[in-house]
């Protein structure tokens, strides 16, 4: 079982960072592939990041590749998302979420067997 929690969400201008975090409860980190989805009021949930579980491998959607950066600490059991210049169309509960290390197609949302509560993230325009 995993049970994780995320942090640092809140209300940013358009332009603006905000760093979220992630704490997993897990005996194997190590075991688990990590991502952070999002969900906009009215659209589906959609992937933003995923980190393989060395942390040597890195995948975006293309909405946020050049802005936002995944990180993750095996020794802290934590995975962040630092996000810049952000747009109003950032704006999103975002979920941190965990999917076996060897399962195939981290873009897609369905794959992940564990999710988070969500942190929201509003961008002001």
Request: net charge neutral.
């Amino acid at each position: 079982q995993v049970q994780l929690v995320e942090s640092g969400g809140g209300l940013v201008q358009a332009g603006g960072s905000l760093r979220l975090s992630c704490a997993a409860s897990v005996r194997s980190f190590e075991s688990y592939g990590m991502g952070w989805l999002r969900q906009a009021p009215g659209k589906e949930r959609e992937f933003v990041a995923h980190i393989s579980w060395s942390g040597s491998t890195t995948d975006y959607s293309d909405s946020v590749k050049g802005r936002f950066t995944i990180f993750r600490d095996n020794a802290k059991n934590t995975v962040d998302l630092e996000m810049h210049s952000l747009k109003p169309e950032d704006t999103a509960v975002y979920y941190c979420a965990a999917r076996p290390w060897d399962r195939n197609g981290a873009r897609d949302p369905q794959s992940y067997d564990y999710r988070g509560q969500g942190t929201q993230v509003t961008v002001s325009s």
